[in-house]
Nanobody, 126 residues
Framework: QVQLVDSGGGSVEAGGSLRLACTAS????????MGWFRQAPGKGREGVAL????????YYAESVKGRFSIYRGDGANMVVLQMNSLQPEDSAMYYC???????????????????WGQGTQVTVSS
């Protein structure tokens, strides 16, 4: 079992920046991939960014490429999502998730992830 604790988030004006962090209780095969999904009211949960914890390979949704950056933080079990140039459409509840690699890579599909953080709200005003 893997416990995830996410932090950060908040409110910012369009064009601003926020940082999210997620700490896992352990590292194992079942949590080789870590990252964030988001869900806005009335919408499905979508993948934002993932990182392979051992190799550091990163994966981004097209909508955030060039604006968001995911990286390994202090300690072996922390990952960080730096969000720049935020737009109102980025407003959502952001959930940290951990799961296995599938066919050698991390996948931005929420149904592949078994471990979730409690979520943190990101609100971007225009």
């Amino acid at each position: 079992q893997v416990q995830l604790v996410d932090s950060g988030g908040g409110s910012v004006e369009a064009g601003g920046s926020l940082r999210l962090a997620c700490t896992a209780s352990t590292y194992n095969y079942d949590s080789a991939c870590m990252g964030w999904f988001r869900q806005a009211p009335g919408k499905g949960r979508e993948g934002v960014a993932l990182i392979e914890r051992s190799r550091g390979a990163v994966y981004y949704a097209e909508s955030v490429k060039g604006r968001f950056s995911i990286y390994r933080g202090d300690g072996a079990n922390m990952v960080v999502l730096q969000m720049n140039s935020l737009q109102p459409e980025d407003s959502a509840m952001y959930y940290c998730a951990a799961g296995r690699r599938i066919e050698g890579r991390c996948r931005l599909l929420h149904n592949l992830y078994n471990f979730w953080g409690q979520g943190t709200q990101v609100t971007v005003s225009s």
